[in-house]
């Protein structure tokens, strides 16, 4: 909802009814950039609080600024009222980001891993696509009122969901670990008896690996996943996707296609929806790494197709029988955001590190999403009159191809297998062949937690 709130608010802002005048294309940029400024400092101080005070007491302090952050809009009698309060809600953005996936990542068996690091793409397209559709037929002030009702809704569903069991070991609460594993597995004492013994494996390993800074870039295999996990992070921002959905209307107006704007920005949110979904299913199925491949071929068709269609239309030519192509690359390329980058690199920061470089490790990366996530939102509008916008389309798509031939060649798949066999990949040992052996000689692979 957050996220979303620029593309059915800033064509109301711009108009004459705006509560607080028309804005200027400056300030429409600032609107869009400041919950990413937000973002970006949040990561590190609520890695640290899930880390030490738990992935709980975390989630409850993140509801705090979501609260904060709605009650200047509900009051927006000026344009700085939006700036507080956007930037506000920029820190639990970035906090939810940072934590979400940690916390799953602890908490879910290895064949239904990608499947909940999905659920969050799911809900936040979900919420996208209903502030997208209402955003248009209630005020500024109402959407901002119903912003606020949800994190305190929230706060009261986190009092029914257990601690993270790593957490609870980690900090030597061995029956608090095995309360909470035996709610989160059904009430299976044999299965919860079984992963927690894992679980004591993990972390006494990795009590003796305890990594600063210096060692997660120092350690081969890990700062090969931090390189990875940046790379997704910043292809994620650099393909496009935030400028595209948040200025979602005035593309759609500019190119003068046959649905109206608002409703093509519904559509193509729609979609983003559907792709969320259709994620949650393939993620166990076809694997990380396919999925990226996929998506990003696509990605480069449709903003090739799309950034030749504003260039013909810059240069005259009569593509009046084309209207339809606008809405259509935009609706292939949020799918394959949603299916691809959207997505994944969440699920892969949760199985690429272990335990004790996760806090560092998805810090660094969710700061290098937000970072990018702010230049794109923000100077969008200039690169729009530097480049037009057939050539700010043909630039993301340079970075589409970038980012795929980076995936091809440099990130494994981590589908249902273990956070060694993923680590001695990334150190340049044998990998899926490692893990075989050590299962067909008797052996015990500890699983990813």
Known sequence: MVMTWPTPSLPKLKSAESPIGPISTA???????????GAIISPPIFSYISQKYGRKIAGYIITIPFILGWLPLIISNSIMHFYIGRFILGLSAGAVVTCFPMYVGEISDDNIRGTLGAVRSIFGCTSALIVCATGSIISIQTMAIV??????????????????????MRTGKTKEAMDAMLWLRGGNKEVA????????VVIEESKANQLS??????????????????????????????????????????????????????????VQLAGAIITSILLDIAGRRLLLIFSQVL?????????????????????????????????????????????VPYVIMAEIFNPHARGIASS?????????????????????????????YWMFALVCVACLIFTIFKIPETKNR????????LSGGNDE????????SGGEVIEKY
């Not at 409703?263 to 729609?270: K, L, Q, Y």
């Not at 273990?418 to 990949?425: C, R």
């Not at 062949?433 to 067909?440: A, F, L, S, V």
């Open 433 to 440: 062949k490692h893990e075989e052996n050590i299962k067909k």
């Open 147 to 168: 912003g606020l009702i949800i994190p305190v809704l929230v706060t009261f569903g986190f009092f029914w969901l257990p601690e993270s069991p790593m957490y609870l």
């Open 299 to 343: 990605m480069i068709i449709s903003l090739v197709t799309l950034g030749t269609y504003f260039f013909l239309q810059k240069q005259e030519f009569d593509i009046s029988h084309l209207g339809y192509l606008p809405l259509a690359c935009v609706a292939v390329y949020v799918l394959c955001v949603a299916v691809g980058l959207g997505s």
């Open 418 to 425: 273990s956070l060694e066999s993923i680590l001695k990949e």
């Open 364 to 392: 660094i990366t969710v700061g290098t999403m937000w970072i990018f996530g702010f230049m794109t939102s923000k100077f969008y509008p200039d690169m729009v009159t530097l480049l037009d916008l057939h050539g700010c």
């Open 213 to 270: 800074l210096k060692d997660l870039i120092s350690a081969r295999g890990t700062r090969c996943g931090l390189i990875i996990c940046i790379v997704l992070a910043a292809a994620q921002q650099l393909s496009g996707i935030t400028p595209i959905m948040s200025y979602c209307v005035s593309l759609f107006q500019s190119a003068g296609g046959s649905v109206s704007p608002i409703t093509a920005s519904i559509i193509a949110h729609a």
């Open 27 to 37: 300030q429409e940029s600032w609107l869009t950039s400041l919950t990413f400024l």
């Open 193 to 200: 008896e079984e992963e927690i013994a894992k679980l004591t």
